[in-house]
């Protein structure tokens, strides 16, 4: 059953339908520039109805250009010059006081050029207003609305279809809507337009006698799972005067809402997880390094948090370097020379406090720590003297999209990659630490430093590696953080903690452990923020704090982490 007030809106429009998926068929003729040009010059006519016509013509196109020549339209900025349709949407004034009317072309909006080459600029009273009345101004907004439902640009009917479906309401897309569900090539829109034209059904009042599909509407979208119907029905169910359709319509409202909140939970469970993945892959790439370090010569750097910024600001330099001196087509590639660049300049910058500060304080954990902690006080000061207190860094555009998985569980493309990444850093670690000679004399030098030693191994110089690749990975772990956090002087400070925490609960220079303990306690700090206790809300600070006293009380059980060493490991 169709609405008699949608079906009356349409006739009084004069709206003749056509399918969409032609409208998105690249094979479909589509006017040419002079035939659209003379459907322009109709809106100069004295007759009001082929006006009209001609304004839902135009939707017909899908033609994006005339999305703004429709706006300028409806705002009064179309004039009549020369016997024909041009546009200026602001005035200028002369030496003489005189104003004067930039002219620009009403399909490309570039300038009008006379025989001078220069922009056509003739005195405002030489131009003929063809202002619309109010009823024009509504049909050209209606024809604008309609040219993005029709728009061969898949994005651009989405962005429609979805807007549709939004209050207000637009009736008058009912028709339309209901062939781009059944007709339109791509599946996203076609269910798009579905759920909207659903939602208008049950966000349009009518007779209480004709409300039937209404609450048929409530049902249909119980079972697309729509999350843009929940507030609709949340409303409707608080309104007092809700009562007068009825106890089956609230029961049937009461169904939709319990079963669309269902997939919202469960939609909100797997972001939460998804979230606590990448945060979770970031404390890895930083425990790593950190793992390394200290299972290797014991040595508590508190300096590791500050190489990530350093990894930060390098990506930052960057960026910069490409935005100044480089085309503004090859910034995207900024992203890519910044991961091998992050990774040298934080390696330098922890081979110079191996050399000059670690080395002197071997096998002396106290005087390390505080040595280290006043090396990342030098940092961050630094850092702040040269780059301010905060910055951004902007991503890639490969990297500001999304992906669908299934209906309403959106995973952004940063955080993959970011994950990605985190897989990449332990490939990367396990194949030098398994499959090459450094990686051998890494070993031996953490199972027993003294005999690898006596065998001819250079253990400072392996140090001094190790030191060095464990602060390039806390600066690809800056890096990653680029794309989901802020830049400043002090950032490495909020998840140096968490990276102790990680290797502890692991164990220490365990590769499995690092793995599943940074999975463990990113997920579980990204699930445990949104709780609800009553009126009480968990929030970030207190899901640390929550975290913190369950690694704590697992160390009173499992004081060597979740993997312990093994063999002569064990008595380091």
């Known amino acids: ?79 009549l010059w020369n016997d024909q349709i041009v546009v200026c949407t602001e005035t200028e004034e002369d030496e003489d006081f005189n104003e004067l009317a930039p002219l620009t072309h009403p399909l490309t909006g570039e300038p009008l050029l006379g025989d001078d080459d220069k922009q056509v600029k003739p005195d405002v009273s030489d131009l003929g207003d063809i202002s619309p009345n109010r009823d024009e101004r509504k049909w050209a907004a209606q024809a604008n609305f309609f040219l993005r439902l029709l728009s061969p640009d898949a994005e651009v009917r989405l962005s429609g279809a979805k807007k549709s479906g939004d209050p207000p309401y637009n ?16 599946n996203n829109i076609r269910h798009t337009a579905r759920e909207s034209l659903l939602l208008i059904r049950l966000g349009t009042d009518v007779p209480l006698g004709q409300a039937e599909e209404r609450w048929a509407a409530a049902g249909q979208l119980a079972e697309m799972k729509s999350l843009r119907a929940l507030p609709i029905l949340e409303e409707m169910l608080r309104d007092e005067g809700f009562e007068k359709h009825g106890q089956a319509a609230r029961e049937q409202c009461e169904k939709a809402v319990a079963a669309i909140n269902s ?25 790593l390094g950190l793992a390394i370090t200290f299972g290797l010569m014991g040595v508590i750097n508190m300096a ?32 890519v020379v910044a991961l091998p660049s992050a990774f040298l300049a934080a390696a330098c910058v922890g081979w110079l406090i191996e050399i000059a500060v670690v080395r002197h304080l071997y096998r002396r954990p106290l005087e390390s720590l505080l040595a280290t902690w006043g090396v990342s006080i030098l940092l961050i000061q630094s850092a702040r003297l040269i780059f301010g207190d905060n910055i951004g860094v902007n991503s890639p555009t490969w990297l500001r999209g999304n992906v669908e998985v299934m209906q309403d569980v959106i995973l952004p493309f940063n955080r993959l990659f970011i994950i990605a990444l985190c897989a990449l850093c332990v490939a990367m670690i396990y194949t030098l630490i398994n499959r090459t000679k450094l990686g051998l004399r890494m070993r031996a030098t953490m199972q027993n430093r003294d005999m690898a030693d006596s065998l001819g191994v250079n253990t400072r110089r392996i140090d001094s590696y190790t030191f060095a690749f464990g602060s390039g990975l806390a600066g690809l772990a800056g890096y990653a953080l680029t794309l989901i956090g802020g830049v400043t002087p002090d950032m490495g400070q ?7 925490l990680v290797v502890v609960t692991g164990g220490v220079g365990e590769l499995l452990g690092v793995i599943c303990s940074g999975l463990g306690l990113g997920v579980a700090t990204k699930v445990i923020e949104p709780m609800q206790f009553g009126d009480f809300t968990v929030e970030a600070i207190w899901a640390k704090v929550f975290v913190l006293a369950c690694v704590v009380a697992f160390i009173q059980f499992k004081p060597a982490g979740l993997f312990p060493p ?5 008595d380091v």
């Open 171 to 186: 009736i008058n897309a009912v028709e339309l809507l209901g062939e781009i569900a059944q007709k339109d090539s791509d």
């Open 494 to 500: 909020n998840y140096i903690v968490e990276s102790f």
């Open 1 to 79: 059953m169709r609405y008699s007030l949608a079906l009356f809106m349409a006739v009084v429009t004069g709206w003749t339908f056509s399918p969409p998926v032609a409208a998105a068929d690249s094979s479909v003729d589509k006017p040419s520039d002079t035939a659209l040009l003379e459907q322009i010059a109709t809106l100069a006519g004295d007759d009001a109805a082929a006006r009209k016509q001609a304004l839902f013509d135009l939707a017909k196109t899908g033609d994006s250009r005339l999305e703004a020549f429709l706006e300028n339209y409806r705002t009064g900025s179309v004039y």
């Open 263 to 287: 997939h919202q939970s469960f939609v909100n469970w797997v972001g939460y997880v998804f979230q606590g993945l990448s945060l979770g892959s970031i404390l890895i790439i930083m425990a």
């Open 304 to 335: 590791h948090g500050e190489l990530m910024m350093v990894g930060a600001f390098t990506t930052y330099v960057i960026q910069q370097l490409f935005v100044n001196h480089l085309p503004e087509g090859m910034f995207n590639w900024y992203y």
């Open 566 to 570: 093994k063999g002569r490991l064990a």
